[in-house]
Structure formats: structure tokens, C-alpha cells
């Protein structure tokens, strides 16, 4: 499935309260149509302890097609659920895939991060350069402190 289409068909539910599963969302969002998929991504930066903790707070729910995405907008955004006001629209592409379209690549091997941060006059290797300045300035001042 192309990217393009996966998103037009996926929304965005924010505001999600911290006592609501996937479950609870597949219900309440089930009525507009049939859900591939219901994410609620997890607080947690450790994986192992990723079944402890709690969500961020936000989901994404997939379906089948994109009028039933709409359905869901429509019906949902700046309703309540399980006593929050919850804000539902598309889901959007994450801005770090959008402005790095080779996810393989390290950010410093592109040609934006080279103009910016690349070997400024003055310098040797960008923010390294500036770092070694300042180390020589501190073992100066070292020096005049040992006489």
C-alpha cells in the first residue's frame, strides 16, 4: 500500500484519556467502519517495560478506506470520550520522514546539515572546531595560573 493513501486513511485521535486501551477504541470507532489497525503508542523509552506503562495519550486507528476515515473525523472531532474532549483528524507523516526521505542515512551526511554545520572558516570539523577553541583558551589560562 502506498504511503500516501495509508495516511489518508488513518486518523489522529488526540486527547486520549490515560484509562482507554486499543479496545476501547476499536468500539467506539468501529461504528464508522472496518479497522485494520488501532495504535496507542506507549510513554515508555525501554521496550521491556513497555507493558507497564501508559500511552502518550494520543492514538491512530486505520480502516479500510478512506470515506470511513471521514466518517470518523466528522463524528468524533471535539466529542467527548470516557468524559475527555478528544480532537480527531487525518494522521499526518512524522515531519522527521517528510524532510528526510532516505531514512538510512545520518542526518550529517546530508547536504542541508553540510551547509549549515559543515567546515566553517575558522574551524576544524564544524562544532568540534569551536569545542577545541575553547579548550585552548582554558589550558592558557591554566598555564598563566602554574607561574
Avoid: C
Amino acid at each position: 500500500m502506498e504511503d500516501g493513501a495509508k495516511n489518508k486513511k488513518t486518523v489522529f485521535v488526540g486527547g486520549v484519556g490515560e484509562e482507554i486501551d486499543e479496545a476501547a477504541i476499536y468500539e467506539q470507532f468501529s461504528t464508522f467502519g472496518d479497522i485494520i489497525e488501532v495504535q496507542l503508542p506507549s510513554a515508555a523509552t525501554n521496550p521491556a517495560l513497555q507493558a507497564e506503562s501508559k500511552h502518550r495519550g494520543f492514538a491512530f486507528v486505520t480502516y479500510s478506506s478512506a470515506a470511513d476515515a471521514q466518517d470518523a473525523i466528522d463524528n468524533m472531532d471535539l466529542n467527548e470520550f470516557h468524559g475527555k474532549v478528544i480532537k480527531v483528524n487525518l494522521a499526518r507523516p512524522s515531519k522527521g520522514l517528510t524532510q528526510q526521505p532516505d531514512g538510512t542515512r545520518a542526518i550529517w551526511e546530508s547536504e542541508q546539515y553540510m551547509q549549515l554545520y559543515g567546515n566553517q572558516p575558522g574551524t576544524q570539523n564544524g562544532a568540534r572546531g569551536r569545542n577545541t577553541a575553547s579548550n585552548q583558551e582554558q589550558e592558557t589560562q591554566g598555564e598563566d595560573m602554574e607561574e
